[in-house]
């Protein structure tokens, strides 16, 4: 037997174990749920017996399995509320059997609404964000961004392609992770998205696989350079996305419907859809918007974003370079 087909059979053992442990974790997370879901019934069905019932169980369940945790008083009061919040709802129950109780316990924290409670449970069991993601996501208001971009995406796309879309663009984007100088250029702004690539993923959102910066496509005699190309696996199109350290100019969605109109003769197989472009602005005026992207064919959306505040040029001069940093190092170990 060859080498290379020995490793191939057993990767495919490896993944197919990895899958049954995935399935079984889930399982078993969901069991564990929906256990909570029953013992907050009869918690919440049994509240006439006064404040000492839940203290009285909660000594009970922790003398009879001594192993197993959750069984706080604080704990069993949640699970009251969890049954009392999706006892009415069936199906967001079984939505939710499928989140982690720590995600549970931070959307019931943090929202009374429980179609906001929908939208994030749905996104954190899409993306599969753990409850530091989740919470992150909540705190950058992520509800209120997605399907916010300026867009012609009704008017380019089927109408079930324009809603799955429009729950994967967002407006603004948070990179708050980037910091640069007041005044950076927008090769800049590429430089710093490159190399925190993986959190620039992060705040994109599940399926963007990365294809390159500065991708040269050559059309006639002359090259052309997209600042970054994804590839969204979802979606099953090319991502066409442009960097703009200013606000959004009607030219802005003249370039990238050329670019679109190439990536879709170059790039573009039979069985990719239509490629999408997201022209990313510092700001942008909505009328502007709506008139620029008025008339063009190919699906084209506009957001702005956010960073770091902007390091100020005459207070980076006074911070140590990395050489300094290394310097003072080097001295230090000296003196060990």
Known sequence: MLEKDFKDIVLNIKNEIKTSQTKTMIEVNKNLIMLYFRLGKIISENSKYGKSFIKNVSTELKLEFPNMKGFSERNLNYMKLFYEEYRDDENLQQLVA????????????????????????????????????????????????????????????????????????????????ITLKDGYKEKELETAMINRIRDVLLELGNGFSFVGNQYKLSV??????????????????????????????????????????????????????????????????????????????????????????????DLSRELPTEEDINLHIDIEENFR
């Open 220 to 313: 006639g005699n002359d090259d052309y350079y997209i600042d970054l190309l994804f590839y969204h696996l979802k979606l099953r199109c090319y991502i066409v996305v442009e960097l703009k350290a200013n606000s959004f100019k009607p030219e802005y969605a003249g370039k990238m419907n050329f670019y679109l109109n190439a990536v879709n003769d170059m790039l573009k197989s039979e069985f990719d859809h239509p490629s999408i472009g997201l022209i990313l602005c510092q700001e942008k005026d909505k009328l502007t918007t709506q008139y620029s992207l008025k008339g063009i064919e190919q699906p084209i959306g506009v957001s702005s974003y956010e960073i770091t505040k902007f390091l100020p040029e």
């Open 98 to 177: 499928n989140l982690p109780w720590g995600h549970n316990l931070l959307l019931m924290e943090k929202f009374k609404d429980k179609k906001i409670r929908k939208l994030y449970a749905q996104a954190a069991i899409e993306n599969g964000w753990s409850r530091n993601v989740l919470s992150f996501q909540i705190d950058g208001q992520y509800h209120l961004r997605v399907g916010n971009s300026a867009n012609n995406f009704n008017n380019t796309l089927p109408n079930s392609n324009s809603d799955l879309v429009n729950n994967v663009i967002k407006d603004p984007y948070i990179f708050d992770f």
